[in-house]
């Protein structure tokens, strides 16, 4: 693949930035990068594109999880076992991403953007406060299964992990938007590193490309813990639905031919 020109390689890092500001907040940064590179290096392959996507997201992760855990601790008896089967998830998963094909990437993505942003939508009061649904062994099983099923998502795809994590923390296991987020961030950088356990020994990274990403991606989440930590969960809530709205509008117009 030829390299980038320096016009793309701003952009590429302009969309790193937003990314992971947007990430830290609600998740879902994947859905302002991944489109990025695939507009930005229309020659890369598809792993390539999965593999630079997950490097650059892991450096903003690495941050906006030390500024939520340092600011909310999250209560370790969660997010561990969430986190270890993220992990495991997210492995298989990139295991199998190079056997699918760019073209079943959006309608997926789109289709489980519409459930989760309706849901969310319909019910107002939903992740105002924590009110756990689950307790003991159950709460923690539920938690493992969760991260298991997003994990192995993130590893064979990526785009929207991290507001699927928020919406499964919230809408399934009763926690508050902010308290869900701070885990969420937890596992999706557990799902980074076991999927670049799998990408970087296949040389897979487009290291120039993914170093410069990175750098903006950490300025981004830097940013994006520190507002969603300040602000509160309805803050968190409120942009969680913006961006959701907005992907949706983007995915599916490029599905119908809008755009």
């Not at 190079?98 to 319909?122: E, H, N």
């Not at 869900?180 to 670049?196: F, G, P, V």
């Not at 409120?238 to 995915?251: D, E, K």
Request: net charge positive.
């Amino acid at each position: 693949m030829p390299d980038p020109s320096l016009t793309v390689l701003a952009l590429l890092a302009l969309a790193a930035l937003t990314a992971g500001y947007v990430d830290a907040v609600v998740g879902g940064g994947g859905l302002i990068q991944l489109p990025a590179l695939l507009l930005g290096l229309p020659s890369a392959a598809p792993v390539e594109i999965l593999a630079t996507n997950k490097l650059a997201s892991f450096a903003g992760t690495t941050v906006s999880s030390v500024t939520y855990y340092r600011r909310v601790r999250p209560d370790p008896r969660t997010f561990l076992p969430l986190m270890a089967l993220a992990f495991a998830g997210s492995v298989a998963g990139a295991l199998v991403a190079s056997q699918i094909p760019r073209s079943a990437f959006d309608p997926i993505v789109l289709v489980a953007l519409i459930v989760v942003g309706a849901y969310v939508v319909l019910k107002p009061d939903l992740g105002g406060e924590t009110e756990l649904r689950f307790s003991g062994r159950r709460h923690t099983s539920i938690a493992m299964l969760t991260g298991a099923i997003i994990g192995f998502y993130d590893g064979a795809l990526g785009p929207g992990t991290g507001s699927f994590l928020v919406f499964a923390l919230v809408g399934f296991m009763g926690y508050g938007f902010l308290e869900a987020s701070a885990k969420a961030r937890l596992a999706n950088w557990a799902t980074n590193l076991a999927a670049l356990c799998v990408f970087i020994p296949q040389g897979a990274v487009l290291w120039h490309v993914a170093l410069v990403m990175g750098a903006a991606n950490v300025a981004g989440g830097y940013l994006g813990a520190r507002t969603a930590v300040a602000r509160g969960a309805g803050f968190v809530r409120g942009l969680f639905i913006v961006v959701v709205g907005a992907f949706v509008v983007r995915i599916g117009g490029g599905l119908v031919g809008l755009w």
